[in-house]
């Protein structure tokens, strides 16, 4: 169902070329986004269906139709305000706290609508793991950090809770950094170390999808290698949508990027061939940094 | 403005404007924090003298014949002339600061030697004994007359003067006793001063045989009409003589009517007689003392019929007993010893006893313990100070029932035979073995005031045992008492009452608006609690006084259960939410979520006050009216322990069901219930709430039981006689008064967790409810902290609803239905009626300084906790 939509087509960019998405969105005038045909055999866990969101009177997305690989990374790039963070969060339904916030469209999680009156947000949000631009971790000891998803499950086996905090800190690459002082607080960790405590935090409870929101922007070089190298590695057992500015990194960590533009969603395909051979000339221009 | 350079530059009034506020920054910090040093210094100024001892000037001494030594100094009410009685009855008359004596007259008839002689300086109650067993008692009453046209011309020094003089004297001072006597004048400007003593005397009584002389004797006005005179005789054989006045048919002056009955008749031969001999205790018990020590404590048991009560010691054994004396208006008796030793004994009853059978002479309190023998005590007449001579030559004055040293010094001229102190204490004289007399002029200072009287447990007189009293103004015969504990404990009562009512309340709803309202909402309720801040509490304290005192009482029980009633109806009403359908929920606004929980609220208090009557009824045998069982069964102390134990212990019960259910139970209910659908799972719940209220029903009442088999009654505790204007009434409207400000608080310590927190949170699949408790509430805790510290800094220093709310009777009891008085309010009280500078008013000022090291010490434990606070979240 909805294949038509995100069926690949021919958008504007192969008929004219030139830059014309911002002309035409100017202009009022609706176009179908470029989805390069290689997605088209990818199974899909997660898509949106003319997803639109508004912000009180201002809309921040529009008509956003995609769908998310199972299984695979998925980079969302753009320039600042584009309506990337807006998409992520629309999908565990963090905007829900935002006052004012107004939808239109669907979102499915495996075949369901998120959106749909009859959802448990809170179910909802279990069945996902988001990590923040900046390490959020609680003032609480790094143990307690790791297994509070476990916590608020209800779970209090002592012997459950320090299994799932090794394995989480292990995926985390995080382990043998903080196993001697796990009674010690998160907060004296560093910056990088505390943004992998929350990845860890994102997937002790094995979510099915997992949201990065420029999970490296307030980190160093070589933080931020690590948390690449993590994201490779947990991407064999989770579906990863990762929020970046960074186009290496985008190149680096994801199978598929999506170019967002002033709340639409402009091109989407494979990285390579986003960042070596876009069919938009906009897309050309943003990831080789000579616009956006 | 272009610059040459092309530099910025700071301008100069910037410039100027800068440094100036920061002077006027700095001058303003300054000048709060002296201002704050000043009240302090100045509170501390103005109570520090109460701890302070007095001062005495000396004046010059006096010589006096050693050959008749005083024995008694009998001081008028201003303190101005002293009467040195010696025990044979003559008297000496010196004027304080004139450096001599006026002259020395006999007390008695012209040639009549008393062989004993008493005068109670604290009543001014004769009695003198006789050779050969004659004996008599009466009364002094000295006062002061200046007379007009007194021939003083001539007159130096002191003469008796006779009967005719006297008459002339008497009617020209506008006495008209016929009997009056004037013994002592002197010249001076414009007539003669009189010392003039209106002496009561008694009828002779003669006892015996004729041949023992009276060796020690006593005399007492029990009433109006009757005054009993006690003699022990040499031969060791004791008797009492009552002598009421008869009124005469014919209307002419009250004659005396003589009774002796004898106490100790077969007293062995040589049994050494007792040196003293008192009558004690409002029964006028006879009390004979030995010098070694012994004494024998005799009571009539019927009208005339007199018998051994009691036989004691007064000391451990081996010292000797050097002096005696009736203290505290024939209450109390002063023993001295040769070991320097003051203490105080008084007849105190012991629990529960009907007469005097079970009463003992105790001692209260240890007066001084000095180096040398006791030689002297002088009581005073009114104030509890005394003054105490001894072998050494030194003479001390100390308060009795602070036990506070007032002044004391040390003299030549051997020991001190005899110590007196003015009634006022302004003045004290000690009369040395070589016939100097040393006066001294006081300033007493706050003999009443000491640490231990202000905070300590003190044996007042009246009081079986040494208590807590706070009673500054007492009837014109009874002394203050300035314990500040019933105070501080009032203050606490009231404090810890509005806290437990106010701090759930405050807190909770700061995190059910910070947590859990619409943000469009919070906007409005905010500003709306923190505009009951601005409430004036004289208004609160109003309406506690005059509507919600009234209501209470009217609806007591009713008001009890709706404590348990209401919190059980919103749990019900959580219940059968639960089991609407979510889609259904979803739809329902905030604003008619918030009218249903009022309503179920309301449909609470309604079911409890319809409750109320019946449960009153059921419980406490209640009459027609709502509270009447209850207030019957809190002011009568009767009935069964049992039903108030059964109120009293639903809420820990309810408390340990609760931890019970949560600790043990909870996961596996839980489980059962994930597999019902949500219709079967709300009933479910309800069904196990009814058997959690069954639970807490039967915990509670089984405890009761429990406690009324082990014989303990609330009504000696947390419950009692029951006032209007009780603690409950304070606590609910205090507490109104401290929820804005402990809420503001809370709220923005709640509102100042970062976003990240809850975002991570909430991401992570928490519910707002486990967000707020996990993470937030943690984060914030130090902050709420503040806000109840905060908010009990304004619970303490509160006066105006606690005036207006309570009785203001510093009573010291749990009773949650009892009055208190707190610190403030009693400043509040008594500050108009308190004389400047006297002991009271510096005692008030005490109270002030208490209150404001109470709430510096909880205001800066709240900023401590706040500084803490803002550390940690800095790192956030
Ligand atoms: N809470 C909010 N309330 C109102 N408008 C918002 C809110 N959050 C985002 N917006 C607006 O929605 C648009 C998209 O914002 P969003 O944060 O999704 O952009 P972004 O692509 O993540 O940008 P960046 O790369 O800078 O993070 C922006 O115009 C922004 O101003
Ligand atoms: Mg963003």
């Known amino acids: ?292 | 403005m272009a610059h040459a350079s092309g530099r910025r530059r700071t301008g100069r009034l910037v410039r100027v404007g800068d440094s100036a506020a920061g002077v006027v920054i700095t001058l303003g910090g300054l000048a709060v924090l002296g201002s704050m040093l000043a009240i302090c210094v100045f509170l501390v100024g103005s109570a520090a003298p109460l701890f302070r001892g007095g001062d005495a000037q000396r004046e010059p001494d006096v010589v006096v014949d050693s050959e008749v030594l005083p024995s008694v100094i009998v001081f008028d009410e201003t303190g101005e002339q002293a009467m040195l009685v010696s025990p044979r009855g003559r008297a000496t008359v010196v004027e304080i600061g004139a450096g001599h004596a006026w002259g020395t007259v006999s007390l008695l008839p012209e040639g009549v030697e008393a062989r004993v002689l008493e005068v109670s300086a604290s009543t001014g109650e004769v009695a003198a004994g006789f050779e050969g067993g004659a004996f008599v008692g009466g009364a002094v009453r000295s006062g002061y007359a200046l007379v007009a046209d007194a021939a003083g011309e001539g007159a130096t020094g002191l003469r008796a003067v006779d009967e005719g003089q006297a008459d002339r004297l008497a009617r020209a001072a506008r006495f008209d006793h016929a009997d009056d006597r004037v013994v002592a004048m002197e010249p001076a400007e414009g007539g003669a001063r009189v010392w003039e003593l209106a002496a009561e005397r008694g009828e002779v009584a003669s006892l015996g045989d004729g041949l023992a002389g009276v060796s020690a004797i006593a005399s007492r006005q029990v009433s109006s009409r009757e005054r009993v005179t006690v003699a022990v005789l040499e031969n060791g054989r004791a008797y009492v003589a009552s002598a009421r006045s008869v009124r005469r048919l014919d209307g002419g002056p009250a004659r005396e009517r003589v009774s002796v009955t004898p106490i100790v008749e077969d007293a062995a031969v040589d049994a050494v007689p007792p040196r003293w001999v008192f009558l004690v205790g409002t029964n006028a018990d006879v009390v004979m003392v030995w010098q070694d020590g012994r004494f024998e404590r005799y009571a009539e048991v019927e009208r005339g019929v007199w018998a051994l009560a009691e036989r004691g010691r007064f000391d451990d054994g081996g010292t000797r007993l050097t002096a005696a004396v009736a203290a505290l208006g024939g209450n109390a008796i002063l023993i001295g010893d040769a070991e320097g030793r003051v203490t105080s004994w008084r007849l105190t009853s012991s629990e529960g006893a009907g007469r005097d059978a079970e009463s003992k002479l105790t001692r209260s309190i240890s007066v001084r313990e000095g180096t040398a023998a006791v030689t002297s005590i002088g009581v005073g007449r009114r104030d509890r100070t005394v003054a105490v001579g001894f072998e050494d030559g030194s003479l001390v004055l100390e308060n009795l029932t602070s036990g506070k040293r007032v002044a004391g010094w040390k003299g030549e001229g051997g020991a001190v035979v005899a110590a007196g102190v003015a009634p006022a204490v302004n003045a004290a004289v000690g009369v040395h073995a070589d016939g100097t007399l040393r006066v001294w002029r006081l300033e007493p200072g706050h003999p009443e005031a000491t640490w231990l009287s202000l905070f300590g447990r003190v044996p007042y007189e009246g009081y079986d045992e040494p208590t807590f009293v706070y009673q500054s103004t007492g009837s014109p015969g009874s002394e203050p008492k300035l314990s500040l504990v019933p105070l501080i404990w009032g203050t606490m009562k009231a404090t810890v009452v509005a806290m437990l009512f106010a701090v759930p309340l405050a807190v909770l709803a700061a995190i059910y608006t910070s947590e859990f309202l619409h943000p469009s909402w919070r906007k409005a309720v905010k500003p709306t609690i923190e505009l009951m801040a601005s409430l004036p509490s004289v208004v609160l304290g109003f309406i506690a006084a005059m509507l919600v005192a009234p209501y209470i009482a009217a609806w007591l029980p009713g008001v009890i259960v709706s404590m348990g009633v209401v919190p059980v109806a919103v749990l019900v009403g959580a219940g059968v939410w639960r089991m609407i359908p979510m889609s259904t929920r979803r739809r329902v606004p905030t604003v008619a979520l918030t009218g249903l929980v009022v309503i179920v609220i309301g449909a609470g208090v309604a079911l409890a006050s319809v409750s109320g009557d019946a449960i009153d009824a059921a419980l406490f045998e209640g009459g027609e009216h709502a509270a009447a069982g209850l207030r019957a069964w809190l002011d009568s102390g009767q009935g069964s322990a049992w039903p108030g134990w059964f109120m009293a212990m639903i809420l820990p019960a309810a408390a340990a069901v609760m931890a019970l259910w949560w600790a043990l139970i909870v996961t596996k209910w839980n489980a059962i219930t994930d597999g019902m659908s949500r219709t079967s799972a709300g009933l479910a719940q309800l069904g196990v709430l009814a058997v959690q209220i069954l639970a807490v029903l039967g915990l509670a009442a089984f405890s009761a039981w429990v406690l009324t088999a082990a014989g303990f009654d609330p009504r000696r505790s947390i419950f009692g006689p029951f006032s209007q204007r009780n603690t409950l009434v304070v606590g609910v409207v205090m507490g109104v008064a401290v929820i804005p400000i402990i809420f503001t608080i809370a709220d923005d310590a709640l509102m100042a967790v970062p976003k990240s927190l809850r975002f991570a949170s909430t991401g992570c699949g928490a519910t707002a409810w486990q967000t707020a408790v996990r993470v937030v509430l943690p984060v914030a805790a130090s902050g709420i902290f503040s806000a109840i510290m905060i908010g009990l800094g304004r619970a303490v220093g509160e006066t105006m609803i606690v005036l207006m709310a309570t009785g203001n009777t510093p009573e010291m009891s749990l009773n949650i239905f009892g009055g208190f008085r707190t610190l403030a309010a009693n400043i509040a009280v008594e500050l108009p009626e308190a004389p400047r500078g006297g002991t009271h008013y510096r005692v008030l000022f005490l109270c002030g300084l208490v209150l404001f090291v109470m709430t510096l010490a909880i205001n800066t434990t709240a900023e401590l906790v706040r500084q803490r606070f803002r550390k940690r979240n800095a790192a956030l």
Not at chain 1, 32 to 49: C, G, K, Y
């Open chain 1, 1 to 292: 169902m909805g294949d038509a939509v995100i069926e690949p087509k021919k958008g504007l960019g192969s008929e004219r070329r030139g830059l014309r998405v911002a002309e035409v969105i100017r202009a009022g005038e609706s176009f179908d986004a470029e989805v390069h045909a290689e997605l088209a055999d990818e199974p899909e866990i997660l898509r949106a269906d003319t997803f639109s969101l508004w912000y009180g009177e201002s809309r921040a997305l529009y008509d956003i139709s995609m769908k998310l690989p199972r299984g695979k990374v998925t980079a969302l790039i753009g320039p600042s305000g584009c309506g990337k963070s807006t998409l992520l969060r629309s999908v565990n339904r963090m905007n829900d706290l935002v006052d004012g916030v107004r939808v239109d469209g669907e979102i499915r999680l495996e075949g369901e609508s998120i959106y749909d009156p009859r959802v448990d947000v809170i179910e909802l949000r279990k069945r996902l793991g988001m990590v923040f631009q900046k390490p959020n971790p609680f003032p609480m000891s790094i143990f307690e950090n790791v297994v509070y998803p476990l916590r608020i499950d209800g779970e209090r086996r002592k012997g459950v809770l320090a299994q799932a905090c090794e394995r989480a800190l292990r995926q985390a690459a995080l382990w043998d950094e903080v196993k001697d002082r796990l009674k010690q607080s998160a907060l004296g960790l560093s910056g990088g170390q505390q943004q992998r405590l929350c990845i860890a935090r994102a997937i002790v409870a094995d979510p099915e999808v997992l949201l990065l929101d420029e999970p490296c922007s307030a980190l160093d070089p070589v933080a931020t290698m690590r948390i690449e190298e993590l994201i490779s590695e947990i991407a064999e057992r989770y579906t990863v949508l990762i929020v970046t500015h960074n186009m290496q990194q985008a190149a680096r960590v994801s199978n598929f990027t999506a170019f967002m533009y002033l709340g639409r969603l402009v091109e989407y395909g494979p990285s390579e061939a986003i960042f070596s051979r876009p069919i938009l000339p906009e897309t050309e221009q943003y990831v080789t940094g000579r616009f956006g």
